[in-house]
Nanobody
Framework: VQLQASGGGLVQPGGSLRLSCAASGIISRPNVMGWYRQVPGKQRDLVAVETTDGATSYADSVKGRFTISRDNAKNTMYLQMSSLKPEDTAVYYC?????????WGQGTQVTVSS
C-alpha cells in the first residue's frame, strides 16, 4: 500500500487545517488507518486512528479538537484539526496497518505559529 499525504501548512493558533491521506495499491480489509506526528528529537506519537468499521481512538492532547474520518470507497483518510496550538507543530505521517502489512506516508509539515 502506498500512502500520499497532503494538506499541511502554516496556520495561526486557533486556526484549522485538514490533512488528507490517499491510499493506493492492494488494500486488504480489515485495516487501520491513522495519523502520527513527530517533532525533531522525539519519537513518533499517535494522533488518531480509525478502523475499517469506524472505531476511533485519539491521543488525549487532541481529543475534542481533531476528528479523524475515512472514505473507504475512495481509500482516503482525513484529519480535521481545529483550535490548533503551537504544540501541534510537527510532521504528520499517515499510517496504514493490516494483517498483511504496514505502510507510512511521506509526512506533511504542520506549523502553528503567529
Amino acid at each position: 500500500v502506498q500512502l500520499q499525504a497532503s494538506g499541511g501548512g502554516l496556520v495561526q493558533p486557533g486556526g484549522s487545517l485538514r490533512l488528507s491521506c490517499a491510499a493506493s495499491g492492494i488494500i486488504s480489509r480489515p485495516n487501520v488507518m491513522g495519523w502520527y506526528r513527530q517533532v525533531p528529537g522525539k519519537q513518533r506519537d499517535l494522533v488518531a486512528v480509525e478502523t475499517t468499521d469506524g472505531a476511533t481512538s485519539y491521543a488525549d492532547s487532541v481529543k475534542g479538537r481533531f476528528t479523524i474520518s475515512r472514505d473507504n470507497a475512495k481509500n482516503t483518510m482525513y484529519l480535521q484539526m481545529s483550535s490548533l496550538k503551537p504544540e501541534d507543530t510537527a510532521v504528520y505521517y499517515c499510517y496504514f496497518g493490516s494483517r498483511l502489512e504496514t505502510s507510512w506516508g511521506q509526512g506533511t509539515q504542520v506549523t502553528v505559529s503567529s
